[in-house]
């Protein structure tokens, strides 16, 4: 696993070790083999897969946050080189081995699709063309080497993880508490959310099910918008949500991030992963907030 320190890595790790599982950890400093690390580092184009022995699966989904500073040319060379060739080394090292995994599940995002407004987008609809929509198509293009090479691969394109661990439920908390809670911006624009606890329920689905590949959406199957996802946190913590925050100064603290990432509307079905079988223990969001801040 690559990603395995994140929040979503390392959550699945304990999963799969509390089932007797192994989790074999991709890490970018020097590896501790006797604990199951190896070698994988993009930034030197470095990874040494040396005696991994045999993988039930490789789950992939390591990458720079796209939210952590302002984007310029230079930070966005770096979201790109952590996820497109980190990837495409990664599989080029998966090919080497003498026994190929059966499956790669590979991270990507419903950033894919771009900004929609209220429409219902499916993993077939159209992408979009701005740079996190873009970053994303080739994310997953870099992945297409390892099918060719006779590994099932599945795509999963992400919503909003929800989690009071981390995350950018994480964030919004605090000022939530406070009363200071609000509408970003219209509070017209779709959000796409899924659990912590489902997503990794979800991984565990893609690699147990051999008829799921290419991309899915991962994300629950009733999305918000974000007043009524503003309002719906508030009313689980028992605080008003009355000071919503204008575009414009969204825009001024956090530049083009805020356009693509806090006040796009991006309205997703799940329909790959519902007609696969699965199901999801938080349909509702009211119901995913209780389950999160409950634990």
């Not at 699966?57 to 390591?62: E, F, M, N």
């Not at 992400?158 to 908390?173: N, Q, R, Y």
Request: hydrophobic share 40%.
């Amino acid at each position: 696993m690559s990603g395995s320190s994140g929040l979503v890595g390392s959550a699945f790790c304990k999963a799969l070790e509390s089932q007797g599982g192994e989790a074999l950890r991709l890490v970018r400093r020097s590896p501790n083999r006797e604990a199951g690390e190896f070698l994988w580092n993009p930034a030197t184009k470095e990874c040494d897969l040396t005696g991994i022995g045999r993988l039930d699966g490789v789950i992939h989904l390591a990458g720079k946050s796209v939210a952590d500073h302002r984007w310029n040319d230079a930070n966005k060379k770096e979201l790109r080189d952590s996820r497109i060739l980190g990837s495409e080394i990664l599989v080029d090292e998966l090919l080497k081995l003498e026994e190929k995994p059966k499956v790669l599940i590979s991270a990507s995002a419903v950033g894919i699709y771009g900004n929609r407004g209220d429409e219902l987008l499916e993993e077939g609809s159209s992408k979009g063309d701005d740079f996190l929509s873009v970053l994303c198509q080739d994310w997953e293009k870099a992945t297409h080497k390892a099918k060719e090479g006779g590994i099932r691969v599945a795509n999963a394109r992400i919503g909003l993880v929800l989690s009071k661990s981390g995350g950018a439920l994480k964030k919004m908390l605090l000022p939530f508490k406070f009363g200071l809670g609000g509408r970003l911006g219209s509070g017209k624009q779709w959000m796409s959310w899924i659990t912590l606890d489902d997503l990794v329920r979800v991984l565990f689905f893609a690699l147990e099910t051999e008829t799921l590949e290419g991309p899915f959406n991962a994300v629950a199957p009733n999305p918000r918008t974000n007043l009524q996802f503003t309002k719906d946190l508030g009313r689980v913590l028992g605080r008003p949500t009355i000071f919503p925050v204008p575009a414009f100064m969204l825009r001024l603290i956090f530049g083009e991030i805020a356009d693509w990432l806090l006040l796009v509307s991006q309205r997703v079905d799940s329909k790959v992963l519902r007609e696969s079988g699965f199901t999801f223990d938080s349909v509702e969001l009211e119901d995913g907030f209780r389950k999160v801040l409950a634990k």
